[in-house]
Every structure is written in structure tokens, then in C-alpha cells.
């Protein structure tokens, strides 16, 4: 009996032994197939600083080229369209009769206002002879006089409203829009068309503070689009704004001559070169610290030992740097390489 007591004890113990041995390598296999820490581990990464410098930039702007003159042809009076004489495209002179109106109805009125006009004016004389010899009152003839003033009245309106049913072009031009078809009701204030003047053409720019001071009413500007390559037109500064927009700039309008062997439509997009370098303050970084193309710019600036992800907004390129207009200050340090293994807030170690 005692015999098969320790040969129990025995396998007991041996059994734990080979528990605790398992138990033991398990955790050392898991601990060796734990991920290292990388808590503490800094990327290595080389830095430049964010540097103000003073460059010559030449003064070209992009615009929009917009029609000299553009008119709406408006319906003063209502009535159904009875004739229209013009289509999509025509070219048009100022005061050319674009649209008649139905008047019929007003005709007619008219001619009866005519008519009590004759009667009232006849009135007015029998009235008058009347009493001069007293044979009537004053007040009688101060009706009739009335009477008749308000008929001439009614029928000069008459006479405009019948003049408006006929709709002249306010400028010469081509019409760009056609807004309404022959027998069309149309009610007063109702678009007929609209008249784009392209025998001359103004561009738009925005000019900054220190370029708009170089810049005088009357000055040659050339201009160049990618319509006709090699080609320039020439035109003129005819309006500089008194006052800087919400972005600080100011506008400036240039205006040229249609040249019809190479004509220009509105909306055609071209550059304004106004032949002039201006010294300007900018801010500069390696391009190589950009993470992203320049209209989605952004960079890891390095703060307190870790590379923080800011988006910014370019400029010009001066060779092998770019301009920042947005998101960096001066003496702040940008990563320029290293960044593919980084985000945001990851650590970092400076390369000399």
C-alpha cells in the first residue's frame, strides 16, 4: 500500500514538473513572437529651414477674356411676338429693329383716343367762344379743358407703347442668346435676347500691393493665349480699382482690340504681361519636402522631437526651391527626406 503511494506521488510530481515546463517554454515562444516596442524607435530623417529671401519675379497674371459691351434686349411692353428679325449668331446694329410686338389692340385704342382728342379740342373752342360772350360758365370750360389734356395724355402713351412694341438692339453686336420664338407671349421686362460686342475684349487681373504701383492707366500690356501660339495682341490699362479686395489685391482691367484674323471669343483664357520685374519677400523651402503635388502641398514640420504633417500653399518655383504663400513661418524646419516612413506624430532623429 505504501508502495503504490509513492509511485503515485512520484507520477504526480513528475506530471507537474512537465506542466510547469510547458507552461514555461510557451511563454518564452510567446514572448519571442511579440512585436519589438517601437515606442522609442526615431525614424532618421534630414531637416532645412523654412528661409525668407528677395526674389525678382516678372509681373504676368492669367485672366478671362470678357466681351467689351453686353447688352440684354428686354420686352417693355406685353403682348405675342409677331416678328422676329434676327437668329442665334447674327451680327446687329445698334438701333436695328430686333423684335415687333403684337399692338394691334393698341392701335385701335388709340384711334379712339384720337378721336375724343377731335372731339374734346372742338368742345374746347365752342366752349371758350361760348364764354367769352357769357353765354357759359368757367367751370364748364375748365372741364372740357381737362377732358381734353387727359386724352392727349392717354394717347401719347398710346403712341410710346405702340413705339416699344418695336425692340431695337441697345449695341452693336452678335447675338449670343435667342430667348424667345415668333407668337411667344411675352410679358414687359421679358428677355429677348442678348448682344455680345466682340469688336473689342477686356481682361481682369488681380494685381498685390507692390505690383499695382507699378502699373499706370494707359500702359501697353501685351497678351498671349494658348489659342494662338507665338501670337501677342496688344492692348491698354483702362481701369485700376481705388481699393484692395478681402484678399488684398487689386483689380486691374485691360482692354484690346479684336484682331479678325485671329479672333478671340469671350471666356478664352489669356496671360497679361506687363513687361516688368518687381522684388518681391518670399518664403522658400527644398521642393523635395513637398509629400504631395502643389495643389494638394503639404510637408512634416519637425516640433519637439517628432515630424507633425501641415498642408500649405505654393507659389512660384525658383529652381531646385519653391515659394510658400501659406502654412509656414519663417525659421521653422521642414523634412526633406525620410518622409515615407513617417506620420503624423511619428519620432524622429535628425541627420547631420
Known sequence: MKQKLIVTLVCIGITGMIVLKLFSNKRKINEKNQPASVENIRIPVTVAAVTESIQQTGIVKTGMLAPFKEAKVLSVSSGNVQRLHFNLGDNVRQGQTLAVIDSRLLQLDLQKSASNVARFRSDLLTYSELLAGNAATREKVDEIRQNYNDAV??????????????????????ISIKSVEEGMYVSAGTEIATIVNLSRLKVQVNLTEAEVYQVALGEKIKLTTDVYPGKSFSGAVTFISPQANQAYNYLVEITAENDKDAPLRSGTSVY?????????????????????????????????????????????????????TEGLQPGEQVITSGQINLKDGSLINVSK
Open 272 to 324: 497679361a504681361d506687363f513687361s516688368r520685374k518687381t522684388s518681391q519677400n518670399v518664403l522658400l523651402i527644398p521642393r523635395e519636402a513637398l509629400n504631395a503635388s502643389t495643389q494638394d502641398a503639404s510637408v512634416y514640420v519637425v516640433k519637439d522631437g517628432k515630424a507633425i504633417l501641415r498642408s500649405i500653399k505654393t507659389g512660384i518655383e525658383y529652381g531646385s526651391n519653391i515659394q510658400v
Open 153 to 174: 395724355n392717354q394717347s401719347s402713351q398710346l403712341e410710346r407703347q405702340i413705339a416699344d412694341a418695336s425692340i431695337k438692339a441697345p449695341t452693336s453686336g452678335i
